[in-house]
C-alpha cells in the first residue's frame, strides 16, 4: 500500500471512530443497560459489548458481501439516505430521553442490539455506507472496519460502566452533555454524507 493510500485509509478510520461514536455516546438502551449492569459489575460493559457484537459483527459480514454488488451510483444514493437517516436521528436525539432497563449483561448487549429498530436503520443506511467505504482497501479494510468500530463499542461501554457511580451521580446533567455531543456528530456527519453523495465523493 503506498503513502496516499495509507493516509487515505487513516481518514477513513478516523471517521469511522467518530461516526460510531456519534452513535454509541447517545443515551438509548445500551447505555441505560450498561449503566444499570454496572452498578453492579464495573466490568459489565465490556460483557454488555461483546453481547452487542455478537449480533453485529456478523451483520457486518453480509453487507459487506452485498456492498460488492453496488454500483457508483448505488452508492451516492445510499450516502446521501445514509446522511439523512443521521439526520433524522440527530432529531430524535433532540426529543428521546434515557431508557430504562433491568437484566444481565450479556443478554442487555445481544437483545437490546437485535430489537432495536433504529440499530437496523443505521447499519442499512450509514453503516453500509462506511462498509462499501472499505471495499475500496480490500479485506484489510473489512477487518480493520470491524476492529475499530468495536472497539468504540469496548471503551465507551467499558468506560460507562466502570465509573457507572459517578456517571448516576451526575444524572441528568451529563446525559444532556451526552445527547448534546451526539446530536453535533449525527447532524454534522449527516451533513457530510449527504454532500459526498450529491457530489460523487463515495
Same mark, same amino acid.
Given at each position: 500500500?503506498r503513502?496516499g493510500?495509507?493516509?487515505?485509509? &487513516?481518514t477513513f478510520?478516523?471517521?469511522?471512530?467518530?461516526?460510531s461514536?456519534?452513535?454509541?455516546?447517545?443515551?438509548?438502551p445500551?447505555?441505560?443497560?450498561?449503566?444499570?449492569?454496572?452498578?453492579?459489575?464495573?466490568?459489565?460493559? +465490556?460483557?454488555? *459489548?461483546?453481547?452487542?457484537?455478537?449480533?453485529?459483527?456478523? $451483520?457486518?459480514l453480509i453487507?459487506?458481501?452485498?456492498? $460488492? *454488488? !453496488?454500483?457508483?451510483?448505488?452508492r451516492?444514493?445510499?450516502?446521501?439516505?445514509?446522511g /439523512?437517516?443521521?439526520? #433524522? !436521528?440527530? #432529531?430524535?436525539?433532540? %426529543?428521546?430521553?434515557?431508557?430504562?432497563?433491568?437484566g444481565?449483561?450479556?443478554?442487555?448487549g445481544?437483545?437490546m442490539?437485535?430489537?432495536?429498530?433504529?440499530?437496523? /436503520?443505521?447499519?442499512?443506511?450509514? =453503516? $453500509?455506507?462506511?462498509?462499501?467505504?472499505?471495499?475500496?482497501?480490500?479485506i !484489510?479494510?473489512?477487518? &480493520?472496519?470491524?476492529?475499530?468500530h468495536? /472497539?468504540?463499542?469496548?471503551?465507551?461501554?467499558? *468506560?460507562?460502566?466502570? +465509573?457507572?457511580? %459517578?456517571?448516576?451521580? #451526575?444524572?441528568?446533567?451529563?446525559?444532556?452533555? !451526552?445527547?448534546?455531543?451526539? +446530536?453535533? /456528530? $449525527?447532524l454534522?456527519? =449527516?451533513?457530510?454524507?449527504? #454532500?459526498?453523495?450529491?457530489?460523487?465523493?463515495?
Open positions: 500500500m503513502e493510500e495509507n493516509l487515505d485509509l &487513516l478510520l478516523v471517521t469511522v471512530v467518530l461516526v461514536l456519534s452513535g454509541v455516546m447517545a443515551p438509548g445500551l447505555f441505560a443497560a450498561t449503566l444499570a449492569e454496572g452498578r453492579k459489575n464495573p466490568l459489565s460493559g +465490556f460483557i454488555v *459489548s461483546t453481547g452487542h457484537a455478537v449480533v453485529e459483527i456478523p $451483520l457486518i453487507l459487506y458481501s452485498f456492498g $460488492l *454488488s !453496488l454500483n457508483y451510483i448505488e451516492r444514493f445510499l450516502a446521501v439516505v445514509g /439523512m437517516v443521521m439526520l #433524522y !436521528l440527530a #432529531y430524535l436525539e433532540l %426529543k428521546s430521553e434515557e431508557s430504562q432497563y433491568k444481565g449483561s450479556l443478554f442487555a445481544a437483545v442490539t437485535a430489537l432495536n429498530p433504529y440499530f437496523i /436503520m443505521w447499519w442499512l443506511t450509514v =453503516g $453500509l455506507t462506511l462498509i462499501t467505504k472499505s471495499i475500496e482497501f480490500g !484489510l479494510g473489512l477487518v &480493520l472496519f470491524i476492529i475499530v468495536e /472497539m468504540c463499542d469496548y471503551v465507551w461501554l467499558g *468506560s460507562v460502566s466502570i +465509573f457507572s457511580g %459517578k456517571i448516576a451521580e #451526575y444524572g441528568k446533567k451529563l446525559t444532556n452533555v !451526552l445527547k448534546a455531543i451526539s +446530536f453535533s /456528530m $449525527l454534522f456527519f =449527516g451533513i457530510v454524507f449527504i #454532500y459526498s453523495g450529491f457530489v460523487g465523493n463515495v
